[in-house]
């Protein structure tokens, strides 16, 4: 990691900003500095990967990309709770909701974009220890599951990002993640699944740079080490860094990001989702 003064910082933004010109005076400071920091604040380097973010966007229609909000009423392509711009919710098979969406999800172990931690941002929990990875593998596309990735990365931006900035009163632009390993065996360790894991995220490394606060990886099974070893080879150093693999001692590690009441209590908090079916994070494993 880089470590630069404020005034360098500030510095370099400037720089970025005339060397993009005109027609990037919408973005704000906070969206250029994750591309600095993405690309170690090396100003030509951030400039290249802004540029082709906003080509790949334009290419892919993807700020076209619809997102539910309160006001459309559209679907939520995975569950959500507690946040104020969107009621709680759960996936439900409806109108607006592909039938690749709903495919996806049935082999996945159940997810959800769950309240927020000490320094306001979004958790999302998901429950990797249920994936059926083969059949994900076997019955998706990769171009499914990364379409299905990036409207999931639209609507976290675009509505949940934006509601977790009002209410904490600063620009929030990270997620905090928490990924339950609880059922993990080793028929997930499936080289064609993991590498879906791999195209997602190369595109989050490249078009959704600096988007991560923290990582959790608990209940993690000894075999994990080796699966570890291969994701480590995907990731940048930064995202390597913000990422911390517990076993299952790791209730005191996620209380110290996230309040009690803000956490599930399969995980250790007090959370229940009493009023939501399927509770904080519905799930086919349990
Ligand atoms: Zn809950």
Redesign the pocket.
Known sequence: MVNLSVAEQENRIQQLREQLGNQWTHLDDEYLVQFLIARSWNVDEAKTQLENTFKWRAENGVDHHPVATTENQLPVLYSV?GFSSIPDSNLEASAGVSEAVLRINQYMGGSCL??TDIDGCPIYIERLGYHAAKDIAKKTTIEEVQNYHIGCNEFLHRVIMKDCSLTSKKRINRETVIFDCAGMGWHQFHMPALQYIRAISDTDQKYYPETLNKLFIVNAPSAFVYVWKIFKGWLDPGTIEKIQICGSDYQTVLLKQIPAENL?DFLGGQ???EHMAG??VPSQGK
């Open positions: 709770r769950h309240k599930p959370c229940k989702c509770g904080c």
